[in-house]
Each structure stands twice: as C-alpha cells, then as structure tokens.
C-alpha cells in the first residue's frame, strides 16, 4: 500500500519562504511562486511570466571559496532592476529539471542589505590595512575614498583635509570624480559668487549635513556655474558631508556625492562616520609623524651646531691665528727663520688635516649608508677614528667576525646607537678612554660601550644616578635624556634591551641586546605541497597631493 502525500508540492510552493522560479532553456520566467512574485516586486505571478529573468540558467556556477574579506559564498549573484523600488541583490541557486533538463529551477532570496552590511564592514576592515600600510597619505585616503565608492555604490566620494593653520583645505583623497587641477579653485569661486558650501557648515558645526536632491538646487543657482560641468559629468543626486574629527578638532571634510535613487539612512551615516574616522586617523598620524621628523631635523642641526662650534670652528680659527702670526713675521724686514716656518706649516697642516677628517666624520654621521655597505664594523671603525682625531679620545673598537652579517637597516640603528653613546661620553663623562665591544652570539646582536668617565650625573652635577629597579640609570632632563631616550627607541624598535651602569669611579657601561630576526629555512626543491615553506621568512615584524566638496 502507497503512501499518498499529506501536502502537494504546489501547496509547499506557495509557502516557501525563498523565491522560486521556473526559467526555458533561454532564461525566460515560465512560472513563479508568491514569493518569488514579492522578492521580484511583481504584481501578481503572472506579470513576468515570458519575461528575461536576471538569473544564470546554466546549472552549477563554479563553487568560489570566499576570502577573508569577501562576502561571496558557494551561491551565485544576480542583480534585479524591479520596475519600482531600488536595485536588488539576489543570492540564487540553480539546478536543471531531471524530467525535462530545458527547464530549469532556481530558489533565490534577498541579500541586498545582509550584503551590503558585509560590504561595509570588510570595507572598514581594508581601510585599517591601508592605514598601516607604508603609503603616503594621498594614496592613503585614495583608498579609503574607493572602498566607501565600491561599498556603497556611490557616485563619488572626497576627502579634504585643513593645512596647519587650520584655514585652508586641500584636496588629497578622491574616487569616483575624475582629478582636475582647477577644482579648489573653482570651487572659491563659486563660493565669492555667494554659494553655500555645506562643506565649511560641516567644519563649523562638527557634525554630518545632509542635503537631498543637492545637484538639482546647484543647477539652479547661477553662483554654481563654474563648477556645473564638472560636477555634471558625475550621476548623481544628493550630498553628505561629514567632519574628520582626531583629539576633539577637525582636520578636514569627508564629501559623499549618492547616485539618484539612493537613500540616506542612519545606517548609512553611521558607516560614512566610520570611515571619516579611519581617514582623522590617517590624518593625525600624518601630521604627528612629521612633526616628529621636524623635531628629529632640528635636534639634529642642533647637535651639529655644537660640533662644529667645539671642533671645527675653533680649529678654523686656530688655522686664521696662524695664518696672521705669519703675516706678522712676513711684514717685518728681517729674514724669517727656516725652523718657524716649518713649525708654522706644521701646525697648519695639522689643523687642516683635523678640520678635514671632522667634516668627512659628520658627512659620514649624517648619511652612513655607504659605509655600512660595506659593514658594521667598517661603519664604526671610521666613527671611532674621526672621533679620536677631533677630540684627542682613545677609543679601543673589539668587533666579532659575524657583525658585518647583520641586516642593513638593523646595521644602521645599531651604528645610530653607538654614535648616540660615544656623543656622550665626549660631551658628559670627562672620560680619557672607551671600549666598545660589538659582537655576534647565541643569534643576538650585543654591543658594550664603556668609559672611564665621571658617571651619568643629573643637571651637570657630579651626583651620581641610581640605577632603577629595570637596570637603567636614572637620568636628567635635556640633551643627555633626549639621547639615551633616542637609543633606547632604536633598541626597542627591534625588540630588544638597553641596560645603563653608572658609578663615580667606574665610569659609565651602555649595554645593548637586540635578537636577530630568525629565518624559516628553505623548502627543498620539489617539495612544494608537502606542507613545507618555500621561502626564508623573517618571524619578526618589523615597522613599518592635491586631487579634485560642495
């Protein structure tokens, strides 16, 4: 005895939650259920019945496997433009008829805004890479500006930022608008013409404006007339723009132009938030790193300034005092001894020879990289010579045989380090002799800088400085703080430890243990696939404009 089903397929149809459709062998809708009626924005099922359907009716599109940041799945994704209402997303399966394969079945339903969602968090999340990336920060806010286009559709987005004095905006971040020298200019323009800029409310107020149906009210009005063929060539209809906030002040604009029929929800401005903040970040730190290098640059041309005022200047002037003790001689009518003469060229020669070997020594302190080229411990060495040469120090330099293997850049911060501590033996310990020790072992990168000197003391006093509970010598304010500071930065920049030890009688000792980056050896040859790594991979990580707003 057959058992006969409690519900018929049609009724099952009629309820199921999804859309289904029937397509012919060349796409057409040949039936429907209600639901499938309601998803596509028809009537009653029979209205598109003979009409293209937006779906695939080939079976099985390839299975893709989503990334991180990628919101496609196993489904496939057809776009429908409903004869009211705004464009919709349908993620859809297909499959062929068994009893008739020219038909085919699809099942399909509504992701527009699940999707959507997911657009903008992954674009959110790419944002924050971009901003730890090594970019300028045009292209930074390029990129922040093309993910809030490709998240949200639209037409196209601006990203303007203050200059220093806080007046002036420049445009650095665009998508969607195509670049034009001209457009901040105009844009001035149609400003002194008496247009509102909803921009600058933004800036004052500090707060998102929305203005609906913005390009119908700048077609309007004749202020605009500069900027109404650029702006004509972009589809769009209404504005937004939203203030860039970092530590309480604004540091410029964000400008969203919306594609006609695009609606302006809290949704939407809470996304456009988000990435507003993610560009104040790129900003703020933009301007905080250069500060930084303009108080590096200046620190710099300071420290430069006393050397060449305690050498080389000194020395140039002790030349011109030996210079004129021979115009004296010279201008008188006796003969001038051989032996002073020779004493005086002598002592010239001297001179020049110091005053040269100092400028090659700062040269060489300002941009080291040719000779750390060739290796740490030549780097070193002729710091230690010029060294020497201009300030009558004996330094002793121990080097071990694998110092000259050490990455460059890690080559350059330690060399960086030890010129920071022989700078302070020279200006603070009154010492006589200095040993530095740099070495390679157990995969660690060490260096010793010890002298004889008076100890790290406090304002120049002759107190000296305890060693705190972390092993560093506590130290004063000023230029001496300000280098060790600057050296322990370098150390810790590669993950590694600086250690000071001070005493009235035993001089100063700077201790410096930096790990060296461990490599993953090679994969053998032909052993792709086999769950080794085919290349050596560092495991430590390391640190890392005008474009053409309403």
Not at 19 to 29: E, I, N, T
Not at 62 to 67: D, N, S
Not at 366 to 394: F, H, I, Q, Y
Request: with cysteine; aromatic share 4%; net charge negative.
């Amino acid at each position: 005895m057959s058992a006969s089903p409690l519900v018929g397929w049609d009724d099952i149809a009629a309820v199921a939650p999804d859309g289904l459709a029937v397509l012919d062998c060349v796409g057409r809708f040949v039936r429907l259920n209600p639901a499938a009626a309601a998803l596509l924005r028809a009537d009653a099922e029979g209205d598109l019945i003979g009409a293209p359907s937006p779906f695939t009716s080939v079976e099985g599109a390839a299975e893709c496997r989503a990334g991180l940041l990628e919101v496609r799945s196993d489904e496939q994704v057809a776009h429908w433009e409903p004869a009211r209402g705004p464009r919709r997303e349908f993620a859809y399966r297909a499959r062929s008829l068994p009893a008739d394969p020219k038909f085919t079945v699809v099942s399909f339903r509504d992701v527009t805004d699940e999707w959507h969602r997911q657009r903008r968090i992954a674009a959110i999340a790419r944002t924050s890479i971009a901003l730890a990336s090594e970019g300028s920060l045009g292209s930074t806010l390029d990129a922040v500006a093309q993910q809030i286009v490709q998240a949200d559709g639209l037409a196209g987005v601006q990203i303007l930022t203050l200059d220093s004095t806080g007046r002036g905006l420049r445009l650095m971040g665009s998508a969607g608008l195509r670049h034009w020298d001209a457009f901040l200019d105009r844009l001035l323009e149609c400003r002194d013409r008496g247009a509102r800029l909803c921009m600058l409310d933004t800036l004052k107020e500090r707060r998102p404006i929305v203005v609906p149906h913005r390009w119908a009210q700048i077609l309007e009005d004749p202020a605009w007339e500069p900027l109404h063929a650029y702006l004509g060539e972009l589809n769009w209809d209404s504005f937004v723009s939203v203030p860039l906030m970092a530590r309480g002040r604004p540091e410029g604009v964000l400008n969203a132009y919306f594609a006609p029929g695009q609606e302006i929800g809290s949704r939407t401005l809470e996304f456009l938030a988000a990435m507003a903040e993610q560009a104040a970040l790129a900003v703020d730190y933009a301007t905080l790193l250069q500060r930084e290098r303009e108080g590096a640059r200046r620190n710099e041309r300071q420290r430069l300034a006393r050397d060449l005022h305690d050498s080389i200047v000194q020395q140039v002037f002790s030349i011109g005092m030996q210079a004129n003790a021979v115009g004296v001689l010279g201008a008188r009518d006796k003969a001038v001894p051989a032996e002073a003469v020779r004493a005086f060229a002598d002592e010239v020669g001297s001179l020049s020879r110091t005053v040269l070997a100092d400028l090659r020594a700062m040269v060489h302190e300002l941009r080291p990289a040719s000779s750390l080229r060739l290796g740490l411990e030549d780097a070193v060495t002729t710091l230690v010579k010029s060294t020497e040469n201009r300030t009558g120090l004996s330094i002793r330099l121990e080097c071990g045989h694998q110092v000259d293997t050490v990455e460059p850049e890690l080559a350059e911060d330690m060399y960086r380090i030890v010129g920071e501590a022989i700078h302070n033996v020279v200006k603070h310990a009154e010492a006589t002799t200095v040993t530095i020790r740099l070495a390679v072992h157990d995969h660690t990168l060490t260096a010793a800088i010890r002298d004889d000197g008076r100890g790290i003391t406090e304002s120049g006093g002759r107190r000296v400085a305890q060693e705190n509970e972390d092993g560093e010598a506590a130290t004063a304010t000023g230029q001496h703080g300000y280098g060790l500071r600057t050296m322990r930065e370098r150390t810790e920049r590669w993950g590694g430890t600086m250690r000071i030890r001070s005493g009235a009688r035993s001089g100063t000792t700077v201790r410096v243990v930096i790990p060296l980056p461990v490599r993953v050896p090679q994969a053998p040859p032909g052993s792709e696939g086999s769950g080794s790594i085919p290349s050596a991979v560092p495991l430590r990580e390391t640190e890392n404009p005008a474009r053409s707003g309403s």
